[in-house]
């Protein structure tokens, strides 16, 4: 049976694509502002991204009137006590997460699924609050999450059957693919690609190519869609930064070892696509080397 209502708590990027996705599936969605403020916000982003959808051809107004439709945003958690399947999507900070996964368990239903969206945090130190961790499973959505069809699935020693098979069914009902994977901090896709982004992040300090060059590389060299640098930029470098650090502690491997210039970045708030300059300055008509990053020394 498949699932028609879901709760997802954070309205950030990934949290919307969730939201979107699940209410294009014809899924009645309650998504919760997880911090106070506005929510004029988010229901404005998803609307400009079905309308992206809508003037590719991808589907009509009113299918998209259909799937805003579909969509309660709130910021009571109490929204929530219905939903079969609930999400926790809120920014990749430990203490933060588990304070919250504690408050979104009191409201849910006792018989839904609690899932989190983390990329490199470790489920058993998310679940330490929970009262009913059998129920409680890693789902790691990708960015954007329209057009990604992975999801890493991943569990508890004592994540019961149900709650994989419930997600399982979820997710292959929203259009994407679940792969179930042992829970360990970054899971498969970003145990490999962390130390790809950070080397070449790196490759570019070191003036062994310009940045471009880097980037044009690996998209022939490796038939990759981006190369490393673009890719960081897209992610949003807050975001690269903060599963490095994170897996340079849980892992204690210095593959995740955080280059110079990243942190320079990262500390400058110069975070990528989001925020308009980053390894790049997307401010002119093509992106650009950002002028403040020091090549070779």
């Given amino acids: 049976m498949g699932v028609s209502k879901v709760a997802v708590i954070g309205c950030g990027m990934m949290g919307r ?6 209410a294009a599936a014809g899924i009645e969605v309650t998504a919760v502002k997880a911090t106070p403020g506005d929510l004029s916000g988010p229901r404005q982003a998803i609307e400009k991204s079905l309308a992206r959808r809508v003037k590719r051809g991808k589907m009509t107004e009113e299918e998209r009137q259909a799937v805003l439709g579909r969509v309660k945003f709130t910021t009571e958690m109490s929204d929530i006590s219905e939903a079969e399947i609930v999400v926790e999507s809120a920014v990749e900070d430990e203490a933060l997460k588990i304070e919250l996964l504690k408050r979104v368990e009191k409201e849910m239903h006792p018989e839904a699924v609690l899932g989190t969206n983390t990329s490199s945090l470790r489920l058993e130190a998310l679940s330490k609050d929970l009262q009913r961790p059998g129920r ?3 789902l790691h959505f990708f960015s954007p999450v329209p057009a990604m069809e992975l999801v890493e699935m991943g569990g508890l020693e004592g994540t019961d059957d149900y709650a994989y098979t419930r997600c399982e069914g979820f997710c292959e009902q929203i259009g994407k693919t679940p792969v179930r994977i042992k829970a ?3 899971y498969v896709v970003n145990r490999l690609l962390v130390p790809y982004l950070l080397h070449g992040i ?5 003036g062994i190519a310009s940045a471009e060059g880097i980037d044009t590389a690996m998209k022939l060299g490796c038939a990759h869609p981006m190369g490393p640098l673009a890719l ?3 992610i949003g470098l807050d975001i690269v930064y903060a599963m490095a650090e994170t897996m340079r502690r849980e892992l204690d491997d210095p593959r995740y070892t955080i280059p110079t210039t990243l942190e320079q970045l990262h500390s400058a708030g110069q975070l ?3 925020s308009g300059i980053g390894i790049y ?3 002119g008509d093509k992106p650009t080397l950002n002028p403040a990053i020091k090549i070779g020394g």
Avoid: C, M, N, W
Avoid at 17 to 22: N, Q
Avoid at 202 to 206: D, I, K, Q, V
């Fill in 184 to 186: 360990s901090p970054g």
């Fill in 281 to 283: 300055d997307y401010s």
């Fill in 202 to 206: 790196e490759t570019l300090e070191s």
């Fill in 17 to 22: 694509g969730i939201v979107e996705v699940a």
């Fill in 136 to 138: 409680f499973v890693g």
């Fill in 232 to 234: 960081s930029d897209l």
């Fill in 272 to 274: 990528g696509r989001k």
